[in-house]
């Protein structure tokens, strides 16, 4: 993210200004007209600074309309530089709320009153806010144009704000991943903002710098210059910076592993997103909270943290909604309110002009049937946004519902490689017991055993990385493993494979059949007197292994992990359940075979 903006919080009763507020500000900025020209100069600046105020800790909204309310004081429209400073302020005001176009035509306005003037700060304000607009529009060329002409202007000047054309440029690179060039422009931006004692640019330009360097694997100069964003930010007025930064901050270190720092960083965080309602920074807490958890491997916390990230994201959903209700409220209370004005004011001219000659009545009513024309067309407008505002949230539905979908696959794919994870302790201990059982009894055979062993693990190493693999793997791996098994058992463990060749092309998941024989070899009896016969054979589309009944007297200690990890590795791929049934005298294992790999 190029920019470090602060996120607005969503109240609803600061998004419509009351009416008597209006008033008495629209009396008080009447009053202050005719004062003298130091006095007017010192109130626009103090109302400039209150909208730049207002920018960061309010709703754009709430500026749009404090913004409409002055323009429509006559005394302000008689005044070039306040029209100037208010269109300037509009400007921004509407680009937060994303409507770009509307946003050119008050920055182009801004820019038009400050030639007339003669003020090259004003034009270089609006130029340099054009410029912005067409990077959020896209047209990267064209800002980048108009911010190297500005930047070559203002080089020989430096004026308070001129820190803001490196800081964009930046941008610029940063869009084009030159993270090299965004790097150079961010810190030409940051010396300014230092030469000024800007705090709060210092604090957006060290965390941009910080994110620079973290993409280009500098992890140490990263680090350094997200803890200076967090010493040189100003203690209040800007607290979803400093939510941000320790939320990158968190995020870089877990990186690194450095887990036991990441906690404290992400409380932070959590807590002013939580006081400041910034929505977006509680969501990357909480994803980056779910990765600490898996990397100190509490599965079950993770997963915890993935079900309330679902649930912040629904809440965002919400807030928008609201957001979106509510601005369409104001709007609508303001435009029945000048149209209420507007009718009475037409009621009043009707009743004087009925006494006039009936020529000024006919011109009464067509200026009656102009009004009515304007008002449908005004409703109309109003019916066509509210329906379009609709149709936006609708989508804004949609595509979180598609979000939490992807939430809920990922945290299923994070349970399915738990079951993964369980194949290789418990190969290992069978494998284990199998060797321990040999070393008593026939030492030259536990020394074959460790050999062929090793090969074997050679094989399942190169699969258990995949969900599922073909069945024609699964028997290659089944004969590494009989072979291992002969050697402790010889030829009282038969084993028959009658498998189509059509079977082959179908899958399984990986080490099903493995530890199918597995089961068949720790619980029944194997002996010259009593060997053990076992069969592999396809019915339908199932694998079937069936073996003889022959239930050894005592049980071989075991993990508990076979035949309830295929169960469950079955029911995470959606597929039909794996059967298991005694029928005397044989052990029957039904498991599916899949057609295609998921």
């Known amino acids: 993210m190029p920019f470090a903006r602060a996120a607005y919080g ?59 309310s002055l323009l429509a004081l006559p005394s302000v429209s008689a005044a070039p530089a306040w029209r100037m400073a208010l269109y300037s302020a509009k400007g921004k005001a509407l680009r937060f709320m994303r409507k770009h176009d509307e946003a050119l035509v008050a920055q182009a306005r801004a820019f038009e009153l400050a030639d007339s003037l003669h ?59 030159k993270t090299d060039s965004a790097l150079y422009w961010y810190r030409r931006a940051l010396s300014m903002a230092e030469a ?41 007025g800007y607290p979803q910076l400093e939510a941000r930064v320790s939320a990158y901050m968190a995020e870089l270190f877990l990186d690194q592993g450095r887990l036991k720092e990441v906690p404290a960083l992400l409380d ?31 599965t079950d916390q993770a997963l915890s943290e993935y079900d309330r990230l679902i649930g912040d994201k629904d809440s965002m959903a919400t807030v928008l909604r609201e957001q979106a209700l509510a601005e369409e409220q104001s709007r609508f209370e303001v435009s029945r309110i000048e149209k209420e004005l507007a009718l009475a004011k037409a009621e009043a001219e009707v009743n004087a002009l009925r006494a006039q000659r009936s020529r000024i009545a006919w011109g009464a009513l067509a200026v009656i049937a102009l009004l009515a024309a304007v008002l449908i067309v005004q409703y109309r407008r109003q019916y066509l946004r509210k329906k379009q505002a609709a149709l936006d949230l609708e989508g804004d539905k949609e595509r979180l519902l598609e979000e939490n979908e992807l939430l809920h696959q990922e945290s299923l794919m994070a349970r399915f490689e738990t079951l993964k994870s369980q194949i290789d302790p418990h190969f290992l201990f069978n494998a284990m017991n199998t060797l321990y059982t040999l070393v008593g ?27 599922i693999v073909p069945v024609q793997e699964e028997l290659e791996l089944v004969h590494h493993y009989l072979f291992l098994q002969r050697i402790r058992f010889g030829d009282s463990l038969r084993v028959q494979v009658e498998v189509p ?26 002996s010259a007197a009593h060997p053990l016969h076992i069969t592999i054979t396809v019915e339908g589309d199932r694998l079937v292994v069936r073996n003889d009944l022959l239930p050894r007297g005592t049980k071989e200690p075991g993990t508990g992990t076979g035949l309830e990890n295929i169960r469950r590795r079955y029911l995470m791929l959606g597929a039909p359940e ?18 295609q790999e998921p």
């Not at 009894?441 to 050679?458: D, I, M, N």
């Not at 060749?501 to 029944?524: D, R, S, Y």
Request: glycine share 4%; charged share 20%.
């Open 196 to 236: 000024v004692h800007d705090s709060t640019w210092m604090g957006n330009l060290l965390f941009n710098i910080g994110m620079a360097n973290n993409r280009m694997k500098r992890p140490a100069e990263s680090e350094l210059a997200l803890r200076q964003a967090l010493r040189v930010m100003p203690a209040h």
């Open 268 to 298: 932070t965080a959590q807590r002013i997103a939580l006081a400041h309602a910034a929505g977006d920074v509680l969501v990357d807490v909480r994803r980056t909270r779910a990765r600490l958890f898996r990397a100190l491997g509490r």
């Open 119 to 177: 003020d090259p700060v004003g034009r270089q304000n609006a130029q340099l806010a054009i410029a912005i607009l067409h990077v959020d529009l896209g047209e990267k060329d064209r800002a980048r144009r108009e911010l190297h002409e500005l930047y070559v202007l203002t080089k020989g000047t430096p004026a308070a704000g001129d820190f803001q054309i490196p800081l964009v440029l930046g941008a610029l690179a940063d869009m084009s991943e």
């Open 578 to 595: 794996p059967t298991f049934t005694v029928a005397d005298p044989y052990y029957t294992a039904s498991v599916p075979i899949l057609s």
């Open 441 to 467: 009894t026939e030492p030259k055979k536990a020394r074959e055993f460790v050999s062929s062993f090793s090969a074997l693990y050679r094989k399942v190493l190169t699969s258990r990385e995949r969900t």
């Open 501 to 526: 060749a059509q079977a082959l092309k179908g899958f399984l998941p990986p080490f099903t059949l493995q530890m199918l024989l597995e089961n068949a070899i720790k619980h029944n009896v194997i």
């Open 10 to 68: 969503v109240n609803a009763e600061l998004w419509a200004m009351p009416l008597y507020r209006s008033v008495l500000l629209l009396l008080a900025c009447a009053a202050g007209s005719v004062a003298g020209a130091q006095s007017a100069s010192d109130t626009l600046r103090e109302e400039t600074a209150r909208l730049d105020a207002l920018l960061r800790e309010q709703p754009p909204v709430v500026v749009l309309h404090r913004v409409d």
